[in-house]
């Protein structure tokens, strides 16, 4: 089970009233309904747990696993072992996400408005909002009803946060309109000015103010020690749903669409365009002024120099067609074996010449 110094457990309840209440749909009956208290992995579930299978490759640990029930697709219901009841659905990580999310909740402090902060009167909170010690929210700030602002976190003059979210410890946030239930983790800096400089070796760069915004839509998850600037004249957007790991930095004016994923060390230049349900892998890197179209994937590490088509898959430096990459990587893993093998030889031929 979960440290329940950090989270709250639900009470145990019946596996079709825990199915019912975290909304995953069941297809087939349910042979019993045994009663559910925690979900577990599937090589340490034992009574009361719930465990998912999701792939193939874990049949081993399912047929070894002890848990009460366990989620599956259908193709993997002859592998449940006798005594660990079957519950096929479509999806078994979604599921089993669900259930988890309904089950526990992250312990927060309630801390209304702790005396260690500071609230300017000119600022406007909601019913509900908990403000940590040590926390700033400046005059013409706004905070929706049931947001956190944790410890240390500095909300700048005019910044709109909706309601329902959470602003880590440390967080800053300026020149920002942020929407419902966004979730902002800890030393995250939304609205820092972007990085544009007029240059000269004469009379020094000179910084162009940066007069734009950064607007936050419902439902975006945002980690820990990530930076978004603040656009240079128009906004930097990121689309509702769209889910950020730690270390990213969102350059100025991009445009970032809805149910995106950036993994973690994502850097993207300024006004860079990213369509709707993009994936981007860990370290990914795109030069400025370029559109990854709606759908499309770009693997951990790739180097983006040029647009990349909606729906396609790139990968490498430059990054290009991922199938295209992967042929030429062969080509030289190939042409090196042939030149070591070729040098063996040569090597191999002057030692005999040498002997006789």
């Known amino acids: 089970m979960a440290d329940p110094s950090f989270y709250i457990r639900r009470d145990p309840c019946a596996l079709s009233v825990l199915l019912s209440k975290a909304m995953v749909e069941v297809k087939g009956e349910?042979?019993?309904?045994?009663?559910?208290?925690?979900?577990?992995?599937?090589?340490?579930?034992g009574a009361g747990d719930l465990a998912y299978c999701g792939s193939k490759k874990y049949v081993p640990a399912l047929q070894e696993t002890k848990a009460v029930a366990c989620l599956v697709p259908g193709n993997l219901l002859g592998e449940v072992p006798e005594g660990t009841?079957?519950?096929?659905?479509?999806?078994?990580?979604?599921?089993?996400?669900?259930?988890?999310?309904?089950?526990?909740?992250?312990?927060?402090?309630?801390?209304?408005?702790?005396?260690?902060?500071f609230v300017d009167p000119g600022a406007s909170l909601e019913e509900g909002v908990d403000v940590g010690p040590g926390?700033?929210?400046?005059?013409?700030?706004?905070?929706?009803?049931?947001?956190?602002?944790?410890?240390?976190?500095?909300?700048?003059?005019?910044?709109?946060?909706?309601?329902?979210?959470?602003?880590?410890?440390?967080?800053?946030?300026?020149?920002?309109?942020?929407?419902?239930?966004?979730?902002?983790?800890?030393?995250?800096?939304?609205?820092?000015?972007?990085?544009?400089?007029?240059?000269?070796?004469?009379?020094?760069?000179?910084?162009?103010?940066?007069?734009?915004?950064?607007?936050?839509?419902?439902?975006?998850?945002?980690?820990?020690?990530?930076?978004?600037?603040?656009?240079?004249?128009d906004?930097?957007?990121?689309?509702e749903g769209t889910k950020i790991d730690n270390h990213v930095q969102i350059g100025h004016n991009t445009v970032i669409g809805r149910h995106c994923i950036l993994a973690g060390k994502v850097g993207l230049s300024g006004s860079t365009t990213i369509g709707d349900q993009v994936v981007?892998?860990?370290?990914?890197?795109?030069?400025?002024?370029?559109?990854?179209?709606?759908?499309?994937?770009?693997?951990?590490?790739?180097?983006?120099?040029?647009?990349?088509?909606?729906?396609?898959?790139?990968?490498?430096?430059?990054a290009r067609p991922v199938k295209q990459w992967m042929k030429e990587v062969a080509l030289v893993s190939r042409l090196t074996k042939e030149n070591e093998k070729e040098r063996s030889q040569k090597h191999k031929g002057k030692s005999e010449s040498e002997n006789e």
């Open 30 to 45: 349910l042979p019993s309904d045994p009663q559910v208290s925690d979900v577990a992995p599937l090589y340490r579930a």
């Open 85 to 117: 009841i079957a519950v096929e659905v479509e999806d078994p990580e979604r599921a089993f996400a669900k259930i988890t999310e309904y089950l526990y909740q992250l312990r927060l402090p309630a801390y209304q408005i702790s005396p260690q902060a």
């Open 135 to 233: 926390a700033v929210i400046e005059e013409g700030a706004a905070i929706g009803a049931g947001s956190t602002i944790g410890p240390g976190a500095v909300i700048r003059r005019g910044v709109r946060i909706g309601r329902g979210c959470i602003i880590d410890a440390n967080v800053t946030i300026q020149a920002a309109l942020i929407g419902n239930h966004v979730i902002i983790r800890s030393g995250s800096v939304i609205g820092a000015p972007g990085f544009g400089y007029s240059m000269s070796m004469d009379e020094g760069h000179l910084a162009i103010p940066q007069l734009g915004r950064v607007v936050i839509q419902d439902h975006v998850e945002i980690g820990a020690c990530t930076a978004i600037d603040r656009g240079a004249a």
């Open 235 to 239: 906004d930097t957007i990121i689309g």
């Open 280 to 318: 981007i892998g860990g370290d990914v890197g795109a030069a400025g002024h370029l559109t990854i179209g709606d759908g499309a994937t770009l693997a951990a590490r790739a180097g983006v120099v040029r647009n990349v088509p909606a729906g396609a898959v790139y990968a490498g430096f430059p």
